[in-house]
């Protein structure tokens, strides 16, 4: 099963891909994580992207659908999730050519909703662990009193240099802009399927499930 998780930043898509990978053994494409791991490398698209991630804008559709492709190459268990891509129309576009390359489908688009003030306040409020990625936030599920990951035990939390509020304004700007119009686009194609993303973790995950089926 191939799907795609859409929605705004803060909407907990990637709290949800990683419960997907270990309920359906899935393969988490997040575009961000790649983007974050090419800016670490130092490489010279690695320095490009930073300063266009820390602002808030998007990275150009050529280097994210290079990304991409080169993991559908990869292997595939129990089908792919697709994390923050594609964010265009271009990358949708995109997405549907490689997938039918690769003789592959999509069989959801899973749309994740979340109000404004939610996503502000959660962003503004959240860390993972830099070891195992595990996601903490300040209110909702704090970082232990003793500083160590609850999964791995490590003690090195991280917050991401674009969740401040104004880069958060301009990435909200950008979704409203160039990715909620493929709200529409797959709803168009019959495959999206709306979950309620304020609820509890767990609550999202068997709504996700039940869309899934
Ligand atoms: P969030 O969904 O919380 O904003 P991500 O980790 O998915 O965070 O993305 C962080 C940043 O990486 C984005 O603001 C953007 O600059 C860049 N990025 C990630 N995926 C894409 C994409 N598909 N197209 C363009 N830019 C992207």
């Known amino acids: 099963m191939n799907i795609i998780l859409l929605g705004p930043p803060g909407a907990g898509k990637g709290t949800q891909a990683r419960r997907l990978v270990e309920a359906r053994d899935m393969i988490q494409l997040s575009t961000g994580d790649m983007l974050r791991d090419a800016r670490k490398s130092g490489t010279e698209i690695g320095k490009i992207v930073a300063e266009v991630m820390d602002r ?13 492709e080169e993991r559908l ?5 129990g089908g792919f999730i697709f994390d923050g891509f594609p964010r265009t129309l271009a990358q949708a576009d ?26 502000v306040a959660r962003i503004t409020a959240r860390s993972t ?3 195992c990625g595990e996601g903490y936030n300040d209110f909702a599920k704090p ?14 939390f991280k917050r991401r240099a674009d969740d401040n509020e104004e880069s958060l304004k301009q990435r909200l700007m950008e979704y409203y802009k160039k990715t ?26 068997a709504s996700i499930a039940a869309v899934l089926g």
């Open 180 to 205: 909620s119009p493929l709200l529409g686009y797959y709803y168009a194609k019959g495959d999206l399927r709306t979950v309620d993303g304020l609820a509890e973790i767990d609550q999202v995950a």
């Open 56 to 68: 808030g804008d998007l990275v150009t559709d050529e280097i994210v659908i290079g990304l991409i």
């Open 94 to 119: 995109a997405l549907g050519d490689l997938l039918q390359k690769h003789n592959q489908s999509l069989d959801a688009v899973v749309e994740m909703q979340v109000d404004d003030d939610a996503l």
């Open 73 to 77: 190459n990869g292997e595939r268990k």
């Open 143 to 156: 970082i232990p009193a003793d500083n160590k990951c609850t999964v791995c035990g490590a003690s090195d």
């Open 129 to 131: 662990c830099g070891n």
